[in-house]
């Protein structure tokens, strides 16, 4: 950053990933200072937007509209008025912090301002319009490290803050994707793996992990790509039950082209193939990629006929029959339901989680009645006592193929 977070006698603003007033190291509003939170409002809206300043109509608007107040005027006085004494016991000059000039308010010039958004959009700019690529990266670089977080989190319900933080983000997101791609041309994969982490954990559910993904498969650190994928596909799921977007299963892809092995015997490949050590009983857990991937290669091998699959999607269900969406009940049966198909299914079956409240099962070599056997065996497993919800079956044999506009469904 260009301006020294030790520098004395400058006010520290941070509104990204949070909100804090520091005065030289002293928390002058913000954090724990929750009985503050018309001066914190105050300041916000003044700080946030000093070099155009606020009329007076919109800043009222801003602080008193939900609120029951009779003078809005005299309430707005009343805020200013108690803001500066409080700085002025905090250890701020005795300046005058607010001015109005013309029916509209500023925060004052006299004392130096470092806002961590305002700085962020600066580098930004700088960055979008500078000429040469290594300056490009570096204030893309810096503009990623100040963005901390989302624009006042604290503050969703406010129109305006929720407002900015959507632009915000949206430059957030774009300077980490122009960052990643000069990365990419200078094959510079040591900081593209730090720029997708460092992404990663300030925007979570929001694909950097492919970036970081994508630079270890470029490294050859093909297991820790590896278990950054199963990682991340368990912690969507979990989370938010999605499945892995498009650009981390073509990294995926990658990782798989990638991964050559050493030069070995056609014996020792096909114990490592075998796994003889996997004594895990029932069907065959994997992930949706390469339950994709078993999926495709049946269909091939079906192509010289003589077996009989079906795909089963099981969705877990209330007692009305509507499928259950959110909430840490649904979190525990839906753990519940992949522990019964697992041990309700064969060693010879494959399953997956496809998202919160579901999974997948392709039954092989077996019979549509068989499906209904495989049905009873998971509800066996999965009822328990007197609950409501339950689970709805569908199956398809994969001789059935999709019709326009819409393919039919068959329900169990």
């Known amino acids: 950053m260009r301006i020294a977070q030790n520098k004395p006698d400058t006010l520290y603003v941070r509104m990204l990933g949070g909100f804090s007033v520091l005065w030289n190291g002293q928390l002058i509003a913000g954090g724990s ?21 606020v009329p007076r109509d919109q800043l ?116 980490v994707e122009s960052a990643a791609e000069l990365l990419r041309k200078n094959e510079s994969y040591f900081q593209l793996e730090e720029l997708g982490t460092y992404s990663a954990g300030i925007d979570p559910l929001a694909d950097w992990e492919s970036i970081t993904m994508e630079a270890l498969v470029s490294m050859g650190r093909y297991e820790e790509a590896r278990n950054l994928y199963e990682d991340t596909v368990e912690f969507y799921f979990n989370e938010q039950g999605l499945r892995p977007s498009q650009k981390l299963m073509d990294q995926f892809d990658r990782l798989g082209a990638a991964e050559l092995r050493r030069q070995a015997s056609l014996d020792s490949i096909q114990q490592e193939l075998t796994g003889l050590n996997e004594i895990v009983p029932g069907g065959y857990l994997c992930n949706y990629t390469v339950f994709v991937g078993i999926y495709r ?104 193929q999709p019709s326009s506009p819409a393919a039919p469904k068959r329900k169990e």
């Open 33 to 53: 200072k929750a009985a503050d939170s018309q001066m914190s409002d105050l300041l916000q809206i003044l700080i946030h937007d000093r070099s155009h300043g």
């Open 60 to 175: 009222e608007d801003l602080l008193f509209a939900d609120r029951d107040v009779t003078n809005v005027h005299h309430a707005l006085q009343s805020v200013i008025y108690n803001t500066k004494k409080k700085l002025e016991k905090a250890g701020l000059p005795k300046v005058s912090y607010i001015e109005q000039r013309k029916g509209v308010f500023f925060w004052t010039d006299e004392l130096p301002v470092y806002e961590d958004a305002a700085e962020f959009e600066e580098l930004y700019k700088e960055a979008v319009s500078a000429e040469d690529p290594d300056e490009k990266l570096a204030l893309f670089m810096d503009a990623v490290h100040v963005y901390r977080g989302e624009f006042l989190p604290n503050q969703v319900t406010a129109i305006w803050a929720a407002q900015e933080a959507r632009r915000l983000k949206g430059l957030f997101c774009h300077a």
């Open 297 to 400: 290669m049946i269909e091939r091998m079906m192509e010289r006929g003589g077996q009989s699959v079906y795909l089963m999607l099981c969705t877990i269900v209330d007692g009305k029959g509507n499928p259950m969406r959110e909430g840490p009940q649904l979190d525990e049966l839906t753990k519940r339901m992949g522990d019964a198909v697992r041990h309700a299914i064969r060693r010879g079956d494959a399953m997956c989680q496809y998202g919160k409240g579901q999974y997948l099962a392709l039954l092989v070599n077996t019979t549509r009645e068989n499906c209904g056997i495989v049905q009873k065996r998971i509800n066996e497993h999965f009822i328990a006592g007197r609950q409501r919800s339950h689970i709805k079956y569908y199956v398809n044999s994969m001789f059935w």
